[in-house]
């Protein structure tokens, strides 16, 4: 998806073309063996080595195209896996469902090129040392009963990765312990040394490492429906007192359309570019990271009937 600045023109998503057992393929690991670890219509992504990424695709639909070569090389961070077979709620109530959900290469930098045509309009945007993010799912679960907030916003000394659902079903209960190693990541790199803190959801309020609130919830008038918000407050505090402070206040987003199959809702997703502001303090240094920039929150809407 392109999502510009209003500026630059209007923003829009491409999508490849419906994938199929004989045209798709994915790693459940991602982790480096022969061939791609990726495949679809669009492209691929080949895991080099656990540290290097080779992303290469193009989507073309009317006027439209994009088309890329890139690649990722990790920055700071190990992969992290948030969720390893999570149970949720059975399909149907019937059929097991479970979400592997991998970040293994939460920090990368970028190289290479994006290629973008719009009409008559043609850029090419060359990436040097470019900030990057790859993630993926690996399940079996119905799309649409799952409603997320998402956060991904990096600077030079600092990333915050977030992975927060907001269903109901969702909102606490049994089994938030387990995963591994949470739902909210800090990774710091001081004078070359990095350190790694995870926050926990609780079932014991009085344990609860994370807490959110939303400002402002609007509506997109193409889907009035669903609600999404246009700021965010972050708080997370673990036991030795180690704390994340973090607004975002959004900038411009895009909307997604998910078209699940019958008998099952549809949904769609805010993808947001938003204004970062905060701070993380590390008690062990007494050492304040101040926090402003911009990133990325994403936004999963409530499942409605399809339109």
């Given at each position: ?78 992969p992290w896996l948030p ?86 079903v969702y909102s606490c ?132 009937p399809q339109q």
């Amino acid at each position: 998806m392109i999502i510009r600045d209003p500026v630059q023109g209007s923003s829009f998503p491409l999508f490849s073309q419906n994938h199929d057992p004989t045209n798709f393929s994915a790693s459940e690991t991602f982790e480096s063996a022969p061939g791609p670890e990726l495949q679809n219509p669009s492209g691929t992504i080949d895991v080099i080595t656990p540290d290097h990424y080779h992303v290469q695709g193009q989507v073309i639909k009317d006027e439209k195209e994009i088309r890329w070569n890139l690649h990722y090389n990790r920055s700071i961070g190990n992969p992290w896996l948030p969720w390893v077979k999570w149970p949720v709620p059975n399909t149907l109530r019937i059929i097991p469902a479970w979400i592997t959900y991998h970040m293994q290469m939460a920090n990368a930098i970028v190289n290479g090129t994006f290629y973008v045509r719009d009409g008559a309009n043609e850029t090419t945007y060359n990436l040097l040392n470019a900030r990057g993010y790859h993630d993926g799912f690996y399940s079996e679960f119905v799309f649409s009963i799952f409603e997320w907030n998402w956060i991904d916003y990096k600077q030079d000394n600092l990333s915050v990765h977030l992975l927060y659902p907001h269903a109901p079903v969702y909102s606490c209960q049994d089994g938030w312990e387990t995963c591994t190693p949470g739902n909210l990541r800090v990774v710091t790199n001081i004078n070359g040394e990095e350190k790694e803190y995870n926050f926990y959801r609780r079932c014991d309020q009085e344990k609860e490492e994370i807490k959110i609130s939303y400002g402002h919830l609007a509506i997109d008038p193409s889907y009035p429906d669903v609600k999404y918000p246009t700021q965010a407050t972050i708080t997370a505090e673990d036991d030795k007192g180690n704390m994340l402070q973090l607004q975002w206040s959004l900038l411009r987003y895009m909307i997604v359309y998910f078209d699940v199959p019958n008998p099952f809702y549809d949904t769609v997703t805010f993808e947001i570019i938003a204004d970062f502001t905060g701070s993380f303090h590390e008690t062990s240094t007494n050492t304040t990271i101040p926090i402003r920039g911009s990133g990325w929150s994403d936004w999963s809407g409530q499942a409605f009937p399809q339109q």
